[in-house]
């Protein structure tokens, strides 16, 4: 009974998150347009840069939201009430220093990169200038909302963070029709009203959770077991975190030296269409996290290994279905999508998506070294593989060769990240590799030989490439139906969906 109501809560809260993704990608979507239209290829450029050396200091709270998720859910499923309020309180403190931290190096920081580092035209150094100030500040807000945020998923509330995501792509999207209205600086009004609806939203997470919690009413007591259990912790959280956040903006950083802002435009697109398409597969992992959490709290290894290979399946699957058509049609998707496509989107799309794929199967494995607690050595061993980005970029563009390249590298060191990730989860709970390689492995090589196939012959047959798109992402869901899912699972979706239909 346990097993039949914990998948029936996981399909509820992943279909709720799924119409929060398709909200916030077509809103997303349409936003990127409009502000390549309204700021142009310059301003947009400058925004994407500016917000990557403001990002550049957030791994201090990403660290945070990993430790947060993971202490909440531990005591949770331990039904631990007393553990989880203290980890809470902690958690809100150490996040307002964490802010007040990143607001610091990111003003001196951002504005020695912007004195002296940054290419962009002298007219618009102002606009640069307030757009750092402000971006600063959002992302100030959004440090201290995470605590909340990571409340609401611990206790798998996805209708509420499903609801209050919505609004916030709504407001979003309304802000892009007041620019295109007023005549004032885009880029930096763009900023003002992001700012402000910002603080609106994380405002309404406090009132929600505390009305709702009682584990998240604030209290300011120094718990000094708790502070040191969160901080070893977070240290390490906090150099992976660093890391990937290092080796992503510290590419742009590096692009942007080396070429120009374009460049950095193409390298935004590319990063939002990824989003955007990796959002299917958030929302679908977000729902299974404080499961495979709890799953290691109450020391439920065999149902844990079952469900690590569940989702690395089922993760690969929906991303692959979606972003098939848009590896083979990135030219004209984005051409549809955006008009004016910056140089180098279509292959900085393709060669991402093809990394993302990789992160996909790999992120179940690292969701459970995070719920051991066990996480020094591997994110010491991760962290120098994935910093390895920097060097690489950097001799690529030093050669003079096509930043094209940086990507490729880029896919490269994300399938060597993922064999260790997928070795240290074998020795961590003693996970056979000839059951991993027989539930992971060998179906998704298969459907990725047979969607390969099928891509190619649908984009050598048919010359309508909309109608193509449409053909291929039916063929690869009716082939994954048949060969990507044994007939336990066909059954459980056969059975979710007759429980959704009217009955007479």
Known sequence: MQDTNTNQRLARNTILLYCRMFVMMGVAFYTTRVLLQVLGVDDYGIYNT??????LFAFLNNAMITTTQRFLNYYLGQENE???????????????FIAVIMAVLAEIIGLWFLYNKMSLPSERFDAAFWSLHLSVAITFVNIIRSPYNACIIAYEKMDFYAYISIVEALLNLLIVYVLVLVNVDHLIFYCILLFIVTLSITYAYKLYCNHHYTISIFKLKFDREMFSSLFHFSLYSLLGNAANVGAQQ????????????????????????????????????IAFNPILVKMYARNELSDLKRMICQVS???FYLMVVISLPIIVYANDFLQLWLKEV????????????????????????????QASGNIKRYQIITSFIILLNLPVAYFILRAGYSPVYIFIAKFLINILAYLYRAFFVKQL???????????????????????????????????????????????????????????????????????????K
């Not at 699972?489 to 979710?496: M, T």
């Open 342 to 369: 910056p140089v180098y989107s279509a292959d900085f799309c393709r060669l991402t998506i093809l990394t993302l794929l990789i992160d996909t199967i790999a992120e179940p494995l690292w969701k459970t070294v």
């Open 313 to 315: 399946r089922f993760s």
């Open 82 to 96: 007393k553990l989880a309020t203290s980890s809470f309180s902690m958690s809100l403190i150490v996040h307002f």
């Open 429 to 503: 709970i003693s996970f056979q590799v000839k059951i991993y390689l027989k539930d992971v492995i060998i179906p998704i090589t298969i459907i990725s030989l047979a969607l390969i196939l099928i891509g190619f012959l649908s984009y050598s047959i048919i010359t309508n490439y909309i109608i193509s798109s449409l053909v291929m992402f039916v063929c690869s869901t009716i082939f994954i139906w048949v060969i990507g899912l044994n007939a336990h699972e066909r059954k459980f979706i056969f059975q979710e969906i007759h429980k959704k239909l009217p009955r």
């Open 250 to 285: 510290g590419v742009n950083l590096l692009v942007n030296s080396f070429t120009n802002v374009a460049v950095n435009a193409a390298i935004g697109v590319s990063n939002q269409l990824s989003r955007g398409i990796y959002s299917f597969i958030t929302n679908f992992q």
């Open 50 to 55: 500016i917000a990557g050396v403001v990002i």
